[in-house]
């Protein structure tokens, strides 16, 4: 499987937003479960938003209600629209698929990790 490429990052003020993408060379009908995670420094990878093709999602507790995750399945890019950003938002994101959702979370069966984008959020 090749590597999903994610896009989209930046250096933003706290409270702005950016709109990530993940671009994919094959079809993300075929994955069923699609997610977003974040590597702060220092800190282990953590998943921050998750997608299945049934439209089921799930998101950590530090984001909800600030973050969407979405699929456009004829474009085959995943999204991930953050609004209200913190400084504790920064660090690297990536994208990843996996059979199931809980599988994202407990890095079952993932795919290779591309190379991430970064995101800074200043104070």
């Known amino acids: 499987q090749v590597p999903l490429v994610e896009s989209g990052g930046g250096w933003v003020q706290a409270g702005g937003s950016l709109r990530l993408s993940c671009a994919a060379s094959?079809?993300?009908?075929?994955?069923?479960?699609m997610g977003w995670y974040r590597q702060a420094p220092g800190k282990r990878r953590e998943l921050v938003a998750a997608?299945?093709?049934?439209?089921?999602?799930d998101y950590a507790d530090s984001v909800k209600g600030r973050f969407a995750i979405s699929r456009d399945n004829g474009k085959n890019i995943l999204y991930l629209q953050m609004d209200s950003l913190k400084p504790e938002d920064t660090g690297v994101y990536y994208c990843?698929?996996?059979?199931?959702?809980?599988?994202?979370?407990?890095?079952?069966?993932?795919?290779?990790w591309g190379q991430g984008t970064q995101v800074t959020v200043s104070s």
């Open positions: 990843n698929t996996a059979n199931l959702l809980e599988d994202l979370s407990q890095d079952i069966g993932l795919g290779p």
């Open positions: 094959v079809r993300i009908f075929s994955f069923n479960a």
């Open positions: 997608s299945t093709n049934g439209d089921t999602t």
